[in-house]
């Protein structure tokens, strides 16, 4: 609301954004990113669980005397106190390894866990590894309006235990998170989504990922570091903190994921393109993709020695587990959920079917009662699900109301081709799972990872050392 409040006002027309109490302290933030002074109206509590007649003299008694103000005042509203940043390339802190932890964590700058101190040599050693210039910025970026320089990039990665090698990959993340398309601003929203960044290309066998058994567990370094950098970097950076930082309204929320990396060799062997050439790239392309994850299925099993034994599976399984916050989605025209397949799985399917084939199938199967839909909508934002609008709107596809009856079976999925598929996981088991986005929110967008000039000497110069101490 308030970035298109900035909009209007940047153009001289006045406006008075109306926001709840829970998310005065956030609105500040965005405030003083957007660097623009707004008039706010507050609606005590959540109008989701007020009745019609409480709702009614909230509006009447706190909305309407701070709209009529904020549009009729002769001074502008106050911006709030600007944000003390250090110098950039200072030197912060100084003092034991126990005292950076704890002037850290009482500025706000760590993750609650223990974080490397980016001493100047850490960060040398990351700039290495890459050709552009530290004072490089890719975008200013929200809630704060931190500029995402590539020094800043290499502070946060050695803070989330990188190794310098790991370079190349944190600067396409930042290069994909600061894409329009990502929408990066939303990332503070209550359902509380997660950044999953998913590897391909000959970068996973070299840096030495987990692509088989455990794919998304933590406990390989290149995994699981890389997926704390993505959520470091947009606390630190970004500004998504949870309290007594202000910036982030999860409601309640889950922890960082770890880099999920492809098995490429699989998806070549059993016919089928990778994850990352059905994004556009070639093959032997090292490729970043970075995606909202907002909640997952249930781990998936599946038997039998036919395409539609398993694909059915997880139809039956994925519209259980997404029904719910499907409608999020679909209002918008647009969500992007993504299936992990196990290799075993993929082998039997990719005798039958094509990947393709597999995402027409979930799409065309996986709808539930468009009353069904209109109730969770209904729930979550006290808002109305009108399909016949979104149709009209081009929203929506004719077939989400060919009719009134409220129990016609519509698709959780817009269409098929929004569907990722990638193969990982244990080739010994029959296990596959699902991952569902936050609507439009954290768009699946991808990067190309670009290499250093001197990658293989720099590479040799990092093994060496390694190498000495085994």
Sequence with gaps: MLRASAVAEKIGIPTVSIIGSAFMKQAAVVCRGLGIPFALAEYPGAPMVDSDAELRAKVETNLLPAIIEGLTAVSGPAM?????EPEIGSVVFKGTLDEVQEHFHQNLWSDGLPVIPPTREWVDAF???TDRDPRDVIRALPQEGR????????????MAGCRPEYMPLLVAIVEAISDPNFRIEAAGSTPAWEPLVVVSGPIVEELDFNYGQGVLKVGRQANSS???FARLYMRNICGYRIPPGTGDKGSIGYTFNVALAEDEEWSRNIGWPTFSEDAGFGPGDNVVTVQSVVTSSPPTYSAGDTAIRHVQQFADVF???FSYGSHSGVKRGYWHPLVVIGPSI??????????DDVRRFLWKTMTIPASLMRHFCAQTAAQDMDFAKLVGEGTLPAHYAPSDDPDRPVPIIVKPEHIGILIAGDPGRNQ???????????ARTSRRVALPREWEKLRAQQRGPALAQR
């Design 432 to 442: 596959s799972r699902g991952y569902m986005s936050n609507n439009a929110q954290g």
């Design 319 to 321: 519209v259980r587990a």
């Design 147 to 158: 500029e995402a320089s590539i020094l800043s990039i290499a502070v946060n990665g050695v």
């Design 127 to 129: 700039l290495k590894f």
């Design 226 to 228: 890389i997926g704390r």
């Design 80 to 84: 709030g106190e600007a944000l003390t």
């Design 346 to 355: 993929a082998k039997v399917i990719a005798r039958e079917w094509t990947k």
